[in-house]
């Protein structure tokens, strides 16, 4: 995987296979959302606190991880669609739009009204149930299957605490984010400064006009 992130392998976790924030909690709802029936959930919930996932490698669009299980050790592989040119850069803008929303992603948080105009501009960030695609090596005749869905469970743990995990799935991960933004506060200074520059070469030829002794008439 070209420019993937290997994330720690997440070790046994008591209680639920829940997500803690409002966001994590979104991607719970779009695992559940995809899933054909609750025993699936048990399952995968099972497996998921169990310590049962290895390491879960991401990259825009696409993750991997491996799953062991009484049967055998499975890879699944999951996808989730990545905005398009237009929909990065209505993110980027939407990030751009107000302060402290960089200061509050880099802190592990998500802005609900981030969220809410960048869906606006086209840039959906939170997944729903049906953009969750999951294969897996074994033989289980649901998709996304129990291994499939544990690693989903553990994806809303990453989300959960990072969401740059969101948006390197959707495409646009932290460093092109920061880079995307720096270059936009350069260009915007650049363009600041243009425009003084003209602003003065304005007030100055004219102040040079003003000055100028009057021609001598004919």
């Known amino acids: 995987m070209s420019g993937a992130v290997l ?12 997500a803690t924030t409002w966001w994590g909690k979104a991607w719970v709802r779009a695992v559940e959302e995809a899933s054909y029936a609750e025993a699936d959930l048990r399952a995968a919930r099972t497996l998921a606190r169990g310590g049962h996932v290895g390491q879960i490698a991401t990259e825009p669009g696409r993750y991997v991880a491996s799953v062991d299980d009484a049967r055998g050790l499975w890879t699944v592989e999951g996808s989730l669609p990545v905005l398009d040119a237009a929909g990065v850069a209505a993110l980027v803008e939407t990030v751009a739009a107000a302060a402290g929303r960089v ?38 005749w649901t998709d996304p299957c129990t291994h499939a869905l544990a690693v989903l469970y553990q994806l809303a743990w990453l989300v959960d605490a990072d969401p740059f995990v969101l948006f390197q799935l959707r495409g646009l991960p932290r460093d092109d984010l920061l880079a995307r933004l720096h270059a936009r506060q350069v260009t915007d200074v650049e363009v600041d400064a243009d425009l003084d520059h003209a602003v003065e070469a304005a007030l100055y030829a004219a102040r040079i006009l003003s000055e100028a002794p009057p021609e001598p008439s004919g």
Do not use: I, K, M
């Open 103 to 140: 200061a509050a992603l880099v802190a592990g948080e998500l802005p609900h009204d981030l969220v809410e105009q960048a869906d606006e501009a086209g840039a959906e960030l939170l997944p729903s149930g049906f953009e969750l695609g999951s294969a897996c090596g074994c033989d289980h």
């Open 7 to 18: 994330h720690p392998r997440v070790p046994q976790r008591r209680g639920a296979a829940r």
